[in-house]
């Protein structure tokens, strides 16, 4: 862990002449990153951090939102941005996809804060209405941020909506059972998207109207409960009856075989003597 803090310490600290910040060398145009806000020296510092979960979605700045917090980033700059390829016309997803919450006891409440994000390669500005799966006798979800959200594009270049903030509060009602929150997307309302098409002009605006789209998870939050039954004790009377009770029946087992080899050995015996009599 230390190896890489350094290591990334170290790219970070390199001044880039050409962005005026301490954004890493590309070699695709810089004009992709120009309505983002300035890239900050200690950024690879603070991801690692985020993506420990030392500290949270809700503590990071803006200038924090850079498609380099994404661990997809690597992979697809070279499929897009190098070969200037577009994705899709949509794409919504959130980060960090996976939480796994353990330690929790009945009237416990936690907050969780993730990024919502446009995918990298997207043209349009996208509107998209989150909600929440969950069974509501073991947990009660709060949304403390925003339902609907209008992200921006990320081609040609990030529009500074293009990642926000999403903020919730899971209350614990029964700590007995394991469970899982789902975080899903659908299509805001007619009013909504009426709203936002006017506002971008219909070509640059895209609903979530796939019906798949509604099918997939885009975070997981999963609880985990440490409720350990009570088992069911025998009583001392009933464990003197029966441990002194199991030896006794090998006994009378063994005893039984004994026998009846005996028996039949005495039988097949008499058989013979018989027979030389004869």
């Known amino acids: 862990m230390l190896a890489f803090l350094v290591s990334t310490t170290a790219n970070a600290s390199k001044f880039n002449n050409e962005t005026g910040d301490y954004r890493l060398q590309y070699n695709f145009s810089y004009e992709v990153f120009k309505d983002l806000e300035p890239f900050p020296e200690d950024f690879y510092e603070i991801k690692s951090l985020f993506e420990t979960q030392q500290i949270t979605a809700s503590k990071l700045t803006k200038s924090y939102y850079q498609p380099e917090v994404l661990q997809s980033w690597n992979s697809t700059l070279k499929k897009i941005y190098e070969k200037n390829k577009q994705y899709e016309n949509q794409?919504?997803?959130?980060?960090?996809?996976?939480f796994d919450i353990f330690n929790i006891h009945i009237n416990d409440s936690?907050?969780?804060?993730?990024?919502?994000?446009?995918?990298?390669?997207?043209?349009?500005?996208?509107?998209?209405?989150?909600?929440?799966?969950?069974?509501?006798?073991?947990?009660?979800?709060?949304?403390?941020?925003n339902t609907t959200y209008v992200l921006g594009p990320t081609q040609p270049v990030f529009n500074s909506l293009w990642m926000q903030l999403i903020e919730f509060k899971i209350s614990i009602l029964d700590d007995k059972y394991n469970t899982t929150i789902k975080i899903r997307e659908r299509n805001p309302s007619d009013e909504f998207n009426e709203k936002y098409k006017e506002k971008y002009g219909k070509q640059n605006y895209s609903e979530c109207i796939s019906l798949l789209s509604e099918k997939i998870d885009r975070c997981r939050i999963y609880i985990h409960s440490d409720y350990i039954p009570e088992k069911e004790t025998v009583s001392s009377e009933s464990n003197s009856f029966i441990i002194p009770f199991i030896p006794l029946l090998i006994g009378i087992i063994i005893l039984i075989v004994i026998l009846s080899l005996g028996l039949k050995y005495d039988k097949k015996k008499a058989e013979r003597e018989k027979q030389w009599q004869k």
């Open 91 to 98: 794409g919504i997803f959130i980060y960090p996809s996976r």
């Open 110 to 145: 936690l907050i969780i804060s993730a990024l919502i994000y446009a995918h990298p390669g997207v043209s349009t500005f996208q509107g998209t209405e989150i909600y929440f799966e969950y069974n509501e006798t073991i947990v009660n979800v709060e949304t403390l941020s």
